[in-house]
């Protein structure tokens, strides 16, 4: 019996040998259950965030492209409205898209002409104001640290000296600026060609990318986009009306202040109030310029001071509470959107920041939501109208001209 009852424990011993053995050689089920977690977290973080520096990467490269068609996607959600609201009137829609396209290049044709305009009847006014400045800045400098007019004169001297010895750099500098002045011009162009195709035939463009999602997704992917293009459009719109109280509010501290051209200075802070930060930084410069050459360095400070004020209210009241609360977005997300936009790709990705940002959100938490027809296909439903379209119009067309084939018999 204990022969026995040893055997079989040392057969035991032996079976269970191979299964100890088999826990050792395999290490993953050795390691924690919170440690095999986060490896697989990672690993799969890892490659989204390979794909995304790809992606970014690749956007970089073809900027000159993707900037002018995403600037022409925010002007066509600004100017869609007016061609939606000439076809729910029943007229044509070609109809709405010239009206919208004029009101649109009237709009931005007057507000540069108007500031030219103002400007240039100023600018000699402005020029000899700037010289009596100069010079009194020249006397203020004499008196205050003993700077004689040679000395400075020397100083004006070494500097075109220095511009003559490096001209040629200056000139490969003016050629990179022709360069970009060409670049800015073909994307202005693409931008305009990019929002007539819009405005004209954006519903088929849209149906024609989302043709490329599997079958299955078509109704998810066409119920996030348009909840994303709903807030992009909101975000245009809250835009303009923060840039309109920008102008509003520099312009009146400039016509308070006694400022000269306080309207031509409005236009350039509702102009430049679409570009964040540079845009604000630029106009706010000439406003306080202008008051420091008409009214003085103490006017200038006050001027200053409006002008800090105002982007102060915008970028801590306006953008974060009035646009947060019209794309749906949390206040500090809005902050640090635009601070990441700006971060990763300058005055674009700020430009930009917000309504990627908003159309991103509303497209997720439709997504989250499942606020679609699963059995719904939009994409197929949309060609079915196409073609049941296209063909009453081929019958209209063949009666048409039977009609007139037997009024001429």
Do not use: C
């Amino acid at each position: 019996m204990e022969e026995q009852t040893h055997a079989m424990a040392g057969g035991g011993e032996k079976a269970a040998v191979p299964e100890r053995e088999q826990v050792v050689n395999n290490a993953a089920v050795e390691l924690p259950l919170g440690v095999r977690v986060a490896a697989a977290w990672s690993w799969r973080l890892i490659l989204i965030g390979i794909a995304v520096a790809a992606f970014v990467w690749l956007v970089a490269q073809v900027a000159i492209i993707v900037v002018p068609v995403v600037i022409a996607l925010l002007l066509s959600a600004l100017l869609y409205p007016i061609v939606h609201a000439f076809q729910r009137r029943g007229l044509p829609r070609w109809l709405g898209v010239t009206v919208a396209m004029l009101t649109f290049i009237v709009a931005v044709t007057g507000l540069i002409w108007l500031i030219v305009s103002q400007f240039r009847s100023g600018f000699g006014d402005v020029a000899r104001k700037a010289m009596l400045s100069w010079q009194d800045i020249l006397i203020w400098l004499e008196a205050t640290f003993g700077l004689s007019a040679d000395q400075l004169n020397s100083y004006v001297e070494q500097i075109f000296e220095t511009i003559k010895d490096n001209q040629g750099q200056i000139w490969s500098g003016a050629l990179s600026v022709t360069t970009t002045f060409g670049q800015v011009l073909a994307g202005a162009l693409l931008t305009l060609f990019s929002l007539i195709f819009l405005l004209i035939d954006g519903k088929r463009i849209w149906f024609w990318v989302l043709g490329f999602f599997p079958k299955r997704a078509h109704s998810a992917a066409d119920a996030a986009g348009k909840n994303g293009w709903v807030s992009v459009g909101q975000y245009v719109r809250v835009q303009v009306l923060v840039a309109f109280i920008d102008a509003v509010g520099i312009g009146i501290g400039a016509a308070v202040l006694g400022v000269p051209l306080p309207v031509p200075i409005a236009i350039l802070v509702f102009m430049g109030s679409f570009i964040p930060f540079l845009g604000a930084i630029s106009t706010g410069a000439i406003a306080v310029f202008i008051a420091l050459v008409y009214n003085g360095p103490i006017n200038a400070l006050l001027m200053l001071s409006v002008v800090i004020l105002v982007n102060q209210i915008e970028g801590h009241i306006l953008q974060p509470l009035v646009m947060g609360s019209a794309v749906k977005v949390h206040p500090l997300g809005v902050v640090l959107a635009v601070s990441a936009g700006a971060l990763l790709a300058g005055i674009p990705g700020a430009l930009f920041a917000v309504p990627l940002t908003a159309a991103a959100s509303a497209m997720v938490n439709t997504l989250v939501e499942k606020n679609w027809d699963p059995g719904h296909d939009p994409v197929a439903d949309y060609h079915k109208k196409n073609r049941v379209h296209r063909e009453a119009k081929t019958r209209a067309r063949m009666n048409a001209r039977m009609n007139r084939g037997g009024e001429g018999e």
